[in-house]
């Protein structure tokens, strides 16, 4: 009776009329599915991926292994660590991820057609994919915990006596540790215990006890062996959040990566007026007014067109006392705009520890530039010996190795390179004004004094602003730009 279950159990679609023909419309539909995510990942999303690869970091050393057994599951977050290198590449990014969800769907298919009989079983195979494309589009990690999944799904199937299957889940719990969330783990076991209850009845399912039990030991056993492996939150977390593609949210984080990735790129014009930037800010978009007030501050235009925006507040010209993933990026470029690369360099390093891996590949790339700057030859050498261990920056390092020699050679220690204060000590028109005396020789100088005079127009500060274009030549016995005269001309 028992070898009756199993045969009937083994009965696949392939050997039905028409077999053939179900599969290749199947994979026909898939190829079209994952075709078309890709293309419109690429062409929506294409600063995400590049963030996803700035974000990222991976060296091929033992203390990022080391770091990775930290972070289960450890194999699993070491290949998306691995492969997120490659992002910086739009149309490789958007490959990677449509393969990832390929993959998966060759796999659901296959586990379906040799678990089932019933030819329409076998198109629950896409719903992996489209659920995972749809809610957690960038989350690589998840996805190819879904491709585990399946494969051990799979091995699991080819094993045809309940004493190998058994063993096989119970070899499935250490594996799965580094393959699988705990989530993720459970639920393999549980279709195993279910996939064994429909061949071997109630009594034998029993033994699945056994990998559950296991399930619930192994974490601790393991955490004693590496005691800085923490698992305090091991049971409650899938490693991912669920976010629909087409969420406002999703577009939110574009939006802000775009203007991230063009003001990196110092593409100014193209961000206020090619990408509508300015005309978002008018529309009192809070994000997009701090990035235009940025690019007309880049561009030396501030001081013409401060009025053209809703701007009530000094404190919208940055982030002021704040470190998040919007605040760190943002407070690095408006210093950087400056030229005060020790502050910007502060803001980097900021960043990177907010990501997942306490480190990052844009930051890492950003402290050499500033090392650079600032002369500190050392710190650059370091970074770049860090990001030589990984698999991407052979021509960055090059790069950066010759603008070192370079910058030794031309280097003027007579120039201030530090502030002299902790930058956010003073309000911030005074902190702007004491910055410009600081850095006398900067070429950067009027900017800091635009800002100081555009923070007292603000205020309503007319003897301040009095006082701050007197202070300094830029102005004197020139016409004032359009807010400055018609700030001045309303006190008259």
């Not at 995400?48 to 930290?70: H, P, Q, S």
């Not at 190819?144 to 045809?160: A, D, E, G, M, V």
């Not at 193209?270 to 800010?281: N, R, T």
Request: charged share 20%; hydrophobic share 45%; with cysteine.
């Amino acid at each position: 009776m028992e070898q009756k279950k199993h045969n009937h159990f083994r009965t696949t679609n392939s050997s039905s009329k028409g077999g053939g023909r179900e599969g290749a419309i199947y994979y026909t539909v898939l190829v079209v599915l994952i075709i078309i995510f890709g293309i419109y990942t690429a062409k929506e999303f294409p600063y995400t991926y590049i963030t996803m690869e700035g974000d990222n970091f991976w060296v091929l050393t033992w203390d990022f292994w080391r770091l990775k057994l930290a972070t289960l599951p450890a194999v699993t977050t070491w290949l998306t660590n691995y492969l997120i290198q490659y992002y910086a590449a739009v149309p490789v990014a958007a490959c990677i991820q449509s393969l990832a969800l390929g993959i998966v769907g060759v796999l659901a298919h296959s586990f379906l057609k040799i678990t089932f009989s019933k030819n329409w079983v076998y198109w629950f195979g896409l719903l992996p994919p489209v659920i995972l494309g749809f809610y957690c589009t960038f989350c690589l990690s998840f996805q190819l915990q879904h491709i585990f999944l399946f494969l051990l799904l799979l091995l699991f199937n080819l094993i045809r006596t309940f004493t190998g299957r058994i063993l096989f889940s119970l070899l499935c719990v250490p594996i799965g540790f580094f393959l699988l969330t705990t989530p993720m783990l459970a639920i393999l076991l549980i279709i195993q215990a279910a996939l064994a209850f429909s061949i071997y009845g109630i009594k034998k399912c029993a033994y699945w006890i056994l990998p559950l039990i296991l399930l619930g030991v192994t974490p601790q056993i393991y955490s004693q062996q590496l005691a800085f492996i923490p698992f305090a939150a091991r049971y409650d977390k899938w490693g991912t959040y669920f976010d629909p593609l087409t969420s406002a949210y999703s577009h939110d984080g574009e939006y802000i990566k775009k203007c991230v990735c063009m003001a990196n790129e110092n593409r100014w014009g193209d961000l206020l007026y090619k990408e509508h930037i300015k005309s978002d800010a008018q529309r009192g978009n809070a994000s997009a007014l701090r990035y235009a007030l940025l690019a007309e501050s880049a561009l030396g235009t501030l001081p013409e067109n401060l009025l053209d925006y809703p701007i009530n507040d000094e404190n919208l010209f940055l982030y002021p006392h704040l470190s998040n993933r919007v605040a760190s990026p943002f407070n690095r470029l408006f210093y950087l705009n400056l030229g005060v690369y020790d502050e910007a360099f502060h803001h980097a390093q900021e960043y990177s520890l907010l990501t997942e891996n306490g480190n990052c590949f844009s930051s890492l790339r950003q402290l050499i530039d500033y090392s650079i700057e600032e002369g500190e030859w050392e710190i650059a050498d370091k970074f770049l010996t860090i990001l030589s261990k990984s698999s991407c920056h052979k021509d960055f390092i090059k790069d950066r190795r010759a603008m070192m020699q370079n910058a030794k050679k031309n280097f003027n220690k007579n120039i201030a390179l530090r502030a002299d204060n902790f930058v956010g000590g003073y309000p911030f028109p005074v902190e702007m004004l004491r910055l410009a005396r600081y850095y006398k020789d900067s070429p950067n100088r009027k900017k800091m004094v635009d800002y100081a005079i555009c923070a007292y127009i603000i205020r309503g500060d007319y003897n301040s602003f009095m006082i701050a274009i007197n202070a300094f030549d830029f102005y004197k016995d020139k016409e004032l730009p359009r807010a400055y005269s018609m700030f001045r001309n309303n006190f008259k």
